[in-house]
């Protein structure tokens, strides 16, 4: 499996191509081909995280192709921890969506299939990519299927949510593809020659304005997909209107784009822009929790409901990074694979009663406990999982950022923790409001629980919040040294702030954890400090291409 | 330190794999329950539901004829597997059983097992049978790894987990919308403790990473406490205390628990009186180190003890519904044991924790059988001469009245008095006469509660009297056994000065170190004097009053005037926390999501794009079509270029 | 004097074309002229093909032309983008009931006009190409005799046209007088060996900014502007096509040669002026085209845009811009041929399907057509992978290089407004309903050159190498020669 990463990506499009090839009317067919075709990357991915050396901080399965020799820029893709888990997360829920598509779309069926399918190969994209030009082609490509579910898919208000995702997120990327463009050059200047990989560009040499104006570039770009408050605005409208497999797929893993962008771009190459920006980001991030919350307390919509919450979840993830610490940061990790599983599963289960009532009103709800018993427990099980209960996966993220957070800065640490109350605050109030109390609307009475289809989409995603928070460590293996590489590269700049916020043993903290780890694991390669780790990047082709 | 050093003597681990059966079992439980507890029917349910709590006493039975049987400072441990692990921290999957939690396993296996004997009756004709067992069985789970966790992230889960299902079996009638509003109200305000918990262990936590020994076990808390900076130990133990408020019904956050009393009666036994609200208790004594080295912490928790047992024993003088007398009793009792651990007696707390969890247990289940008896009538003002009907609670019930009340000889009496005793000889003189006050008052109203439920005239309507009757086998017999446990289990902690040898605080003192009274024997009696007559003075008085029946309150709120209304709205706190906490936040999140959102933000983004678009329409009428128009505009540009072009060209000759 | 006739050759072969042509016409019975179109399509095959084989030569006839590979790159663009047009013509003529046989050689002719300018390396000479290319279009713009509003755009064309000629002519024969030269090469010499008294540096200052605004009027850049959305919208919607991206490319293929080689000593002079064209220029094409219904009108400002983009390639002027602008140039005719392709092929005889909400539900009715329309716009945004992304990431990169930071800001964000409109049609196509007068099926001819188009769109983004590679080579041989 030379090229595992790029059949990985390539699957689902050229699945896209077959079905695309299968007249209108056989939607049985295209149906069941779509979900194989969606089964493979999820195939792919299981046989590539048999083969993932947790040990390495690295790359690994690199490939590397030419494709705009002029600019030095490649067709190169690989992953590391980081990246390996948000795939999983991507494959997962792919088909997930997939199966739920035949309850909620009932026009133009091919056509969401091959959005979907396409949606899948933007997203691997992004998350393999390794030659920042090439991550820029995925990122923004990304933007075209998703604003055509929004769209096509979409509910009464379509048109303006779709326009309005798509306008503001590319207000933010393309201020980026400026940066982009800039810091190659920078490096060009130094190094000869011009050059996107990302191994070439950790390290360039910026001054620190210049480094500042293109952290602040790719802070926008982040910050709006995230979405960071005060951002967010175009969420709730795109979640409304979004038809449920484009909710699912835009919060589940769309959304962590920006944070993954973060972590992987935002962060190695503009390590002390970002540190030196970590408070007013954090502070940000924290006013987004408890924002996100209070806002969702208010909405009458259950979707509007959830996508604020995801704007407070999210704002938990941001905390996490901004950390800098390992805590923070694996626990953001974390968060992101959690908020995918039981936000994704809450607006498939919002999607179960909109079939049925073509309403999302709270209000119209109420009492479906008796109605629906299974929809009642499964509900319960993934708020609890979106609340953070002990035991289940949301608890295991919330916690660690906020250790890693408190670590941070206690102030935004502790006004964070409250994020913790209100979201519980919020989840109850929606279900005591839809699920308890006496059936109060006669169209209520006749409904039926959950489907076998719908319950085979919500199965999964409950076992993983339950396998992800009964026993996490498989995930954090994965990751632990991708996050040590990724945390090496501003450990200069972190431990300089921490110093000065008079956190001095955690001061070297992320190095040190790393050394700790390659140690344990008896790797001789010495340990990881300085600007630009060099032996942290793999050389591609240069052994590190294959692994095993 | 000489907590440190008893700890330091606990070092003889004894390795085991059968701990994790205890919460396991009942949790087995609950996937039967839920996987075929419908399709199987009550029988099945109930006794599947009975037997893995037994399985659970048996196990806790042999953990705790381990370490009792074993040199003190004896622990069995069980580590299952590392839960989680990230950066310095890490938490594993372990469970430790050591005096104290040997003795809160065998309370909670022991007197859950009755409750859930209890609930075979009582539940009998509920539909969601499975559903309930299901529920108690989680709780039961959770308790334990709340009380066996040997870290405080996986106390946390148990932590949580009884919260949870706390929520679940408050609104466990979830069509009535107050029980459902009940049980999410119990859960958020358990969260605002949570957060105090979570952020109490994080400043601890980092502290010891700057220690170099970055853990939060039980073992590592307590041993390095005393080394830790006095901010952090003193804001990591305030924190946990609130948790523990939240948790242990105490000032500010015991508002949740009288409204808990929605759930069903049994529920109100297990969790709201012998189990789950003990957790803030156990908790601080299992961090005993910790809130030693912060001496100004353990001020605060027993101040926050005496006011919290002083406030709830004056509400419940006024309340009318029989189990909200009993919810407030709770929480004022429960205020005693923070005022013994406050005064450093962990000992004594733990004793009354445990004495309570039997006499209380008692009380909610007679009164659940009353109520059953009475089909679901609980006001008391409608109760009367019950005792004819109903012999049995009627006995047992009486006897958990005496032993709350502080009659010697029964359980109650040696708890209370070692908390009372400890509170004085460690120079809380008035959180000593809080308490003396306090018990007086519990005397009056519990007194109060048996005589207007069970002597004089019935007073309801004749039908529900003639279908009253006494409750089944099932659910006596845990009355029985728990009357029993009420009157006889003080007398592991007599003290030396009745001629005791005192074995429960020193059983437990490996566990939370040995309160000394330093008292002489003159003294620690005439306080137990003092004590005692308080009780008596109280009982008496109440039985004079409420002989003639419920008008008596009225001889009471006129004494009391604008005080009575009072204590019956409970100081409306409810009202209160609403006008000042709960409205504002809604009006404020509204307003946020109005204004910023709406307003702000998307006026901002719309804003640009309308003017945008505007300066777009502006510019299209630019293209009139006028062919002398756009004759000019060639012109406006050649001279614009002009001009820029020779100014650019001044501007850099003069340069 | 063989090298001279093999460099001129393309010109002659040409010439002697487009006067076979009119013959032909003549003869031709059908009054489709199919037979015509595709004679004038192998005479741009014959054109093209000359010339990349003679390529390479210096200049000839006194410096006046030379078949360099800047020449070769603008006679094959376009070329190809006449033939498209051809194409697009054959079936649209009907359509838009135009029954003219001369139609093809006037598009001939405007096709060497574009020659000359490219190969021109003396700027009379230029001129004349220029001044062969708008004759052409001036009539090819009003060729629809009974519409009023063609006339009307057409006249106005001309006589803007005729203004614009005039102030060129003006600042070449002033430039002359400073330099005592037309030729490109001894214009820059003279330049930058003399040193000027003030009074005679404004001059040239004034010679240079009369010549800016004559090739400024042919691209449409701001404020000279104004004629090409009525042009655009009154011409038959083959010829707007033609105008937009050929018409387009022999403007900055004149542009570019005078900037970056003649002008090149006053770049710093002219870098602040060209800087503010550039900027309002992308931003009043963006702004405007959001509130447009016509999709012709909107399609005319979005050409102001992309001249606006093309103008920061421009104002950087440095050989990697000048190839990037190549390049630009490109892609921007694919896509754009294109998307007057799918107009052409779904219009109509009194129909002619050029307002925004003719396309309504498009994607169900036509789902291909509707697709390469959707790739078009947006590779007009500058979506990647397509090839208006890699030009405008072309553009961008070499303005960086060259320091102009705050214009790719600028460039930027106004892809963003640019997107708005893009996509709104994409919107109107996906989103809405299809009317009940669904539209007739696609023109064949209009649907081959949509095709090919659109797989030139999707080329010119993902294997972009062979044409970048030789918009760079052509452009480092010229700052060279």
Redesign the interface.
Same mark, same amino acid.
């Given at each position: 499996m030379r090229n595992a990463l790029s059949l990985l990506v390539f699957t689902p499009a050229l699945g896209a191509m077959l079905i695309a090839a299968i007249p209108t009317g056989a939607e049985v067919l295209m149906r069941r081909l779509a979900l194989a075709v969606s089964l493979v990357p999820l195939a792919i991915c299981v046989w590539i995280w048999s083969v993932f050396d947790v040990s390495r901080g690295d790359f690994q399965l690199v490939e590397r192709m030419g494709w @705009?020799? &002029? +600019?030095g820029a490649s067709y190169m893709v690989g992953i590391d921890g980081i990246s390996l888990l948000l795939i999983a997360l991507t494959v997962v829920l792919t088909p997930i969506v997939l199966i739920a598509a035949a309850d909620s779309v009932h026009q133009?069926f091919k056509?969401y299939l091959l959005a979907m399918l396409m949606l899948e190969t933007t997203m691997l994209g992004t998350l393999v990519a390794i030659d920042l @030009?090439l991550f820029?082609?995925f990122w923004?490509?990304m933007?075209?299927p998703m +604003?055509?579910i929004i769209?096509?898919w979409g509910g009464e208000r379509?048109?303006y949510a779709?326009?309005?995702f798509?306008?503001?997120t590319?207000?933010g990327s393309?201020?980026m593809?400026?940066a982009i463009?800039?810091l190659?050059?920078q490096h060009a200047g130094a190094a000869g020659h011009l050059s996107f990989a990302l191994e070439d560009l950790y390290g360039t040499h910026l001054s620190p304005m210049a480094a500042q104006a293109c952290f602040l570039a790719f802070f926008l770009a982040f910050a709006v997909k995230v979405p960071m408050f005060?951002l967010?605005?175009w969420l709730?409208d795109a979640h409304v209107e979004a038809p449920t497999g484009g909710s699912v797929i835009l919060a589940g893993v769309l959304l962590k784009m920006g944070t993954y962008g973060f972590l992987r771009f935002a962060l190695p190459l503009f390590p002390d822009a970002m540190v030196a920006a970590s408070y007013w980001i954090g502070t940000l991030a924290v006013i987004g929790i408890v924002?996100g919350a209070?806002?969702a307390?208010? &909405?009458p919509d259950m979707k509007k409901l959830v996508a604020y919450s995801s704007v407070s979840h999210l704002g938990f993830v941001m905390l996490g990074i901004v950390a800098l610490?390992?805590?923070g940061v694996?626990?953001a990790i974390y968060q992101m694979l959690n908020h995918g599983v039981s936000t994704g599963a809450l607006f498939l289960l919002v999607g179960v009663v909109y079939e049925r009532r073509h309403t999302r009103l709270i209000a119209e709800y109420g009492?479906l406990?008796?109605q629906m018993p299974i929809y009642a427990?499964c509900f319960l099980v993934i708020m609890?999982s979106s609340i953070g @209960?002990?035991?289940l996966n949301g608890?295991?993220g919330e +916690?660690?950022i906020?250790?890693?957070g +408190?670590?941070f800065d206690r102030v935004l640490?502790?006004v964070a923790?409250?994020g913790?109350?209100l979201g519980?605050?919020y989840m109850?109030?929606m279900y &005591?409001r839809v699920?308890?109390?006496?059936v109060t609307h006669e169209k209520n009475l006749t409904l039926t629980d959950m489907t076998r289809r719908e319950l085979a989409t919500m199965l999964p995603l409950i076992v993983l919040a339950l396998v992800m928070g009964?026993?996490?460590?498989p995930f954090?293996e994965v990751m632990?040294a991708s996050v040590a590489t990724t945390l090496a590269y501003a450990s200069k700049a972190t431990a300089a702030r921490d110093q000065a916020a008079g956190?001095?043993?955690?001061a070297h903290?992320p190095a040190a954890?790393s050394i700790r780890m390659r140690e344990a694991r008896g790797h001789a390669q010495p340990p990881v400090g300085g600007h630009a780790p060099a032996g942290a990047v793999a050389a591609p082709a240069a052994g590190h291409g294959e692994a095993h | 330190m000489h907590a440190a050093a008893t700890e330091a003597t606990a070092s003889l681990p004894i390795a085991v794999t059968y701990l994790r059966y205890i919460p396991l079992a009942p949790l087995v439980g609950v996937l039967f329950h839920i996987a075929l507890g419908y399709r199987l029917g009550r029988r099945a349910v109930g006794l599947v539901g009975c037997a893995a709590v037994a399985v659970s006493f048996a196990l806790a039975t042999k953990a705790f004829l381990t370490v009792a049987g074993s040199p003190a400072g004896t622990v069995v441990t069980d580590n299952v597997y590392q839960w989680l692990s990230s950066g310095e921290f890490s938490a594993n999957v372990a469970f430790t059983v050591d005096a104290l939690s040997s003795v809160m396993i065998m309370v909670v296996t022991g007197v859950g097992f009755l409750i859930h004997l209890y609930s075979v009756g009582y539940m009998a004709h509920d539909e969601d049978y499975a559903r309930f067992f299901a529920y108690l069985n989680l709780f039961t789970a959770a308790m334990l790894v709340l009380v066996l966790g040997d870290n405080l992230p996986l106390m946390f889960v148990g932590w949580e987990g009884v919260g949870l299902c706390s929520y679940l079996l408050i609104g466990f009638w979830y069509t009535d919308p107050e029980k459902a509003s009940a049980g999410k109200k119990a859960f958020l305000v358990n969260r605002i403790g949570d957060a105090g918990f979570v952020l109490g262990a994080f400043t601890i936590f980092w502290a010891l990473v700057d220690l170099g020994q970055g853990s939060l076990t039980f073992a590592t808390i307590n041993a390095r406490a005393a080394e830790l900076p006095a901010w952090a130990s003193l804001a990591g133990a305030l924190l946990l205390f609130v948790g523990a408020t939240g948790k242990s019904a105490q000032i500010p956050l015991y508002v949740w628990l009288p409204d808990a009393m929605a759930g069903p009666t049994p529920v109100s036994a297990l969790i709201h009186a012998a189990t789950m609200v003990t957790a803030g208790i156990y908790m601080v004594a299992r961090l005993h180190g910790l809130f030693e080295a912060a001496p100004f912490s353990l001020q605060v928790v027993g101040t926050v003890g005496a006011a919290t047992a002083l406030l709830a024993a004056t509400i419940g003088i006024a309340q009318t519904d029989i189990k909200k007398v009993l919810a407030y009793s709770t929480v004022s009792q429960l205020g005693y044991m923070f005022l013994a651990l406050g005064v450093g007696a962990f000992g004594a707390g733990i004793f009354h924790l445990m004495t309570h969890a039997f006499f209380k247990a008692l009380l909610f289940l007679g009164a659940g059988s009353v109520i059953h008896g009475l089909h679901e009538e609980q006001d008391i003002r409608r109760m009367g001469g019950v005792s004819q009907k109903m012999p049995i609670t009627h006995a047992t019930f009486a006897l958990g009245v005496l032993a709350i009340a502080g009659v010697p000889g029964l359980s109650g009496f040696f708890s209370k008095d070692e908390i009372l005793a400890s509170a004085y000889a460690s120079g809380h003189t008035w959180l000593w006469g809080c308490g003396v006050f306090g018990a007086s008052i519990t005397a009056f109203y519990m007194t109060r509660l048996y005589v207007l439920t069970f002597r004089g005239e019935f007073r309801g309507d004749h039908h529900e009297w003639e279908h009253a009757h006494e409750s089944p086998a099932t659910m006596t017999l845990p009355l029985i056994v728990l009357a029993a446990l009420a009157v006889v289990g003080g007398y592991v902690g007599v003290p030396a000065v009745l001629g005791g040898g005192n074995h429960f605080a020193e059983y437990l003192a490996p566990s939370v170190g040995h309160h000394q009274l330093g008292l002489d024997a003159g003294t620690e009696l005439m306080l137990m004097g003092i004590s005692v007559g308080a009780a008596l003075a109280g009982i008496g008085l109440a039985w004079t009053m409420y002989s003639r029946g419920p008008k008596a309150d009225r001889t009471l709120a006129n004494a009391l005037r604008g005080l009575y209304w009072q204590m019956r709205a409970a100081y409306n706190i409810d009202a209160v926390y609403d006008a000042l906490v709960v409205q504002p936040l809604m009006r404020a999140s509204y307003a946020l999501w109005r204004s910023v959102d709406m307003q702000f933000i998307d006026g901002v983004a719309n804003g640009t794009a309308t003017a945008i678009n505007s300066i777009g329409e502006g510019s299209r009428r630019w293209a009139t079509g006028n062919v002398q128009h756009y004759m000019l505009t060639v012109l406006a540009g050649v001279a614009a270029l002009v001009l820029a072009l020779t100014l650019g060209a001044l501007i850099g000759v003069a340069g | 004097m063989t090298q001279a006739i093999n460099s001129g050759l393309p010109l002659i072969v040409a010439c002697s074309w487009a006067l076979l042509l009119i013959v032909v016409e003549m003869f031709s019975r059908d009054r489709r002229f199919v037979g015509v179109a595709w004679t004038t399509v192998l005479g741009f095959a014959a054109t093209a093909a000359i010339s990349l084989h003679y390529s390479g030569d210096p200049a000839v006839y006194g410096n006046a032309l030379a078949l360099d590979g800047y020449a070769v790159y603008f006679n094959l663009l376009v070329c190809a983008l006449g033939a498209a047009a051809v194409l697009l013509s054959v079936e649209h003529l009907g359509d838009a009931g135009i029954v003219r046989g001369e139609y093809y050689s006037l598009m001939f002719f405007a096709v060497i006009g574009v020659v000359i300018m490219a190969a021109a390396t003396d700027l009379i000479v230029m001129f004349i190409g220029l001044e062969t290319m708008s004759m052409a279009v001036y009539v090819l713009a009003g060729i629809r005799k009974s519409d009023l509003r063609s006339n009307e755009a057409a006249l106005k064309y001309f006589l803007l046209g005729a203004l614009a000629s005039a102030l060129l002519l003006y600042g070449v024969a002033l430039l002359y007088t400073m330099t005592g030269s037309t030729v490109l090469a001894d214009v820059a010499k003279a330049l930058s060996s003399t040193n000027y008294a003030a009074s005679d540096h404004l001059v040239l200052l004034l010679a240079t900014g009369l010549i800016l605004i004559g090739f400024g009027f042919k691209i449409a850049a701001v404020p000279f502007h104004l004629w090409a959305p009525d042009v655009y919208e009154g011409a038959p919607t083959s010829v707007t096509a033609f105008m937009a991206t050929a018409v387009k490319a022999g403007g900055f293929a004149a542009l570019l040669r005078t900037m970056l080689e003649a002008l090149a000593p006053m770049r710093a002079e002219l870098a602040p002026v060209l800087w503010g064209a550039a900027a309002v220029t992308m931003t009043i094409g963006n702004v405007v085209a959001l509130r447009q219904t016509s999709l012709k009108r909107m399609l005319a400002y979005s050409s102001i845009a992309h001249t606006g983009y093309l103008l920061v390639g421009v104002t950087a002027g440095t050989a990697e811009a000048g190839s990037s602008v190549m390049f630009y140039l490109a892609a921007y005719g694919a896509m754009n041929i294109g998307a007057f392709g799918v107009m052409v092929a779904l219009a109509r005889r009194g129909r002619g399907c050029e307002n925004i909400s003719d396309f309504s539900g498009l994607a169900q009715t036509h789902p291909a057509l509707a697709s390469a329309m959707a790739l078009f716009l947006l590779s007009l945004t500058g979506i990647p992978p397509l090839g208006g992304f890699v030009g405008k990431f072309y553009v961008f990169t070499a303005a960086l290089h060259a320091g102009l930071v705050w214009l790719v800001v600028i460039a930027a964000l106004n892809s963003v407004i640019s997107a708005a409109y893009y996509l709104g049609v994409v919107r109107t196509m996906y989103f809405d309903k299809a009317p009940d007068d669904v539209l007739p099926s696609a023109r064949p001819y209009a649907a081959v050159v949509v095709a090919v188009a659109a797989v030139a769109t999707v080329l010119l983004g993902v294997a972009p190498s062979p044409v970048l590679g030789t918009a760079a080579r052509a452009f480092r041989l010229v700052l060279l020669g």
């Open positions: @705009l020799p &002029q +600019f133009r056509g @030009l820029y082609v923004e490509l933007l075209v +604003f055509l769209g096509v379509r048109v779709s326009i309005k798509l306008l503001f590319m207000v393309l201020p593809l400026a463009i800039y190659a050059l005060p967010h605005t709730p924002y209070l806002v307390m208010v &909405q610490n390992t805590t694996e626990g009492g406990w008796k427990v609890l @209960l002990p035991g608890f295991v +916690f660690l906020l250790l890693g +408190f670590r640490g502790a923790a409250s913790v109350v519980a605050a109850l109030w &005591q699920m308890f109390g006496p009964v026993y996490p460590r954090f632990h956190n001095p043993a955690v903290a954890a | - | -």
